[in-house]
């Protein structure tokens, strides 16, 4: 008497497969559900060591952080530059610890005419595992105000703005 179970040979077109080749299919359910127990338990027979837990640690830290430059420039637009003046940006940034606010400068007399606007007032590299972000507000009431974020020597972001008190605001 032959088996009454369908086999690879005795499948109908459009039939469900209840076999595969010529091997019930609860035979070949159990033989897969074995190979997997099997690969899933030789894969954590041990538990990590405080040190490989460790290297894991600093391996995910050490890709989730960047080492990046912040730089402010502020420019007062304008050839009448007088030696007296000062412009002035304040700063709100990203830093490894937190949020920071600060204030930076350029005094005209140390610059105009030596070197061509704008004028780097403030860079800063910094290390963190957040997102890079620098904001910068002109507060000198005439000019431009300039945001970078650099990675390297490559710029990643760079916001003017030219308007009296413009914020510029860079983030990645």
Known sequence: MSDPRPTA?????????????????RSAIAVFAIIVLGALLSGCSSEPTDQ??????????????KTVTYEVYLDPQSDTVYETEVMTADMTLE????????????AMKDVAG????????????????????????????YGAVTCKIKEGARVIADVTSDSKYGIATCHV
């Open 52 to 65: 490989e837990r460790a290297a894991s640690a600093s391996r995910v830290l050490e890709a989730l952080t």
């Open 114 to 141: 030596v070197v061509p606007a704008p004028y780097l007032a403030y860079s800063s590299q910094i290390t963190l595992s957040g997102s890079p972000y620098i904001s910068a507000q002109n507060t000198t009431g």
């Open 95 to 106: 830093t490894a610890g937190g949020t920071s606010q600060t204030t930076t400068q350029v």
């Open 9 to 25: 040979r005795n499948l109908t077109y459009g039939a469900c497969p209840t076999v595969v080749t010529g091997v019930p299919m």
